[in-house]
T-cell receptor, first 115, second 109 residues
């Protein structure tokens, strides 16, 4: 069991550039979540997939953000025309859908710095 | 609107000095309350899930309890390796986790 893996671990980019992050969930998990976390705050929900379907997106997610999960396996999160306010840790988590809440397993995150 | 508030924001303890962390929540249709531990530069690590008021769970020096409006994470005789940020989250009818801002715990030897 390799857990949830995210790539890259760190990304430094210039304002206005596009960036893409990848998440590989635990293989048998059918749900995949993206969260954003800034210093001193808890993770903030961005979006989630059940298999390949994107079921919910946060109202805070601007049109510059897009996420995909082709074939219900790995997922990518793309940020277009990055802004300094996008600097944060981007966390991916996966879970197996259950009847009484779900245990989310998190990756180590991708730390984005926008200069 | 679903909301989670944790207190205190930061806590400094001496090794062996027991204390409690608080998590207050409002949610429509609680499906579970979760505690996670997060070390610097890493993702959150699962600790406990509580489902109903009165439920308690323990793991080593940690004990989590749940009422209808709040949860407590009790830390008994903490050690320096317990230093971390502790996150509380609730799972609502929509399935996603809503996190509080966390409590950063520092245990000095």
């Amino acid at each position: 069991d390799t857990g949830v893996s995210q790539d890259p671990r760190h990304k430094i980019t210039k304002r206005g550039q596009n960036v893409t992050f990848r998440c590989d969930p635990i293989s048998e998990h059918n749900r995949l979540y993206w969260y954003r976390q800034t210093l001193g705050q808890g993770p903030e929900f961005l979006t989630y997939f059940q298999n390949e379907a994107q079921l919910e997106k946060s109202r805070l997610l601007s049109d510059r953000f897009s996420a995909e999960r082709p074939k219900g396996s790995f997922s990518t999160l793309e940020i277009q025309r990055t802004e300094q306010g996008d600097s944060a840790m981007y966390l991916c988590a996966s879970s197996l859908q259950g009847a009484r809440g779900e245990k989310l397993f998190f990756g180590s995150g991708t730390q984005l710095s926008v200069l | 609107e679903d909301q989670v508030t944790q207190s205190p924001e930061a806590l400094r303890l001496q090794e062996g000095e027991s204390s409690s962390l608080n998590c207050s929540y409002t949610v429509s249709g609680l499906r579970g309350l979760f505690w996670y531990r997060q070390d610097p530069g890493k993702g959150p690590e699962f600790l406990f899930t509580l489902y109903s008021a009165g439920e308690e769970k323990e793991k080593e020096r940690l004990k989590a309890t749940l009422t209808k409006k709040e949860s407590f994470l009790h830390i008994t005789a903490p050690k320096p390796e317990d230093s971390a940020t502790y996150l509380c989250a609730v799972s609502s009818n929509t399935g996603k986790l809503i996190f509080g801002q966390g409590t950063t715990l520092q245990v000095k030897p």
